[in-house]
């Protein structure tokens, strides 16, 4: 299984990007897959989640802003990020394990839950 992310930049606050993850390797038609995000010195966070059933979740921090969408024809999950921040400022990073409740993604530990990682992309957010 490999998970590649893309579409990280540098923007400014107000700003908006649109993260991708091609995935390649699962055959497993029931799953959940994720976009977490890492800045140093802090604990990898759930962003957003979406399951084979299209159910979706996101954190508090980015409900309103952020939308997560997959396309199942191109094994593509995607992230749009919108009216972005400084506290965005991350590296993003894609997720996919076998089916599990898409809540898991933003609970707190829910990077533990996930066993099949991209290698991340760079957001930088400036004021």
């Known amino acids: 299984v490999q998970l590649a992310e893309s579409g990280g930049n540098s923007v400014q606050a107000g700003g908006s990007l649109r993260l991708s993850c091609e995935v390649s390797g699962w055959t497993d038609q029931s799953y959940c897959m994720g976009w977490f995000r890492q800045s140093p010195g802090k604990e990898r966070e759930g962003v957003a989640g979406i399951d084979s059933n299209g159910m979706t979740s996101y954190a508090d921090s980015v409900k309103g802003r952020f939308i997560i969408s997959k396309d199942n024809t191109k094994n593509i999950l995607y992230l749009k990020m919108n009216s972005l921040k400084p506290d965005d400022t991350a590296m993003y990073y894609c997720?996919?394990?076998?089916?599990?409740?898409?809540?898991?993604?933003?609970?707190?530990?829910?990077?533990?839950?996930?066993?099949?990682w991209g290698q991340g992309t760079q957001v930088t957010v400036s004021s």
């Open positions: 997720a996919i394990e076998g089916f599990r409740p898409v809540s898991m993604v933003v609970a707190v530990n829910g990077a533990n839950a996930f066993g099949y």
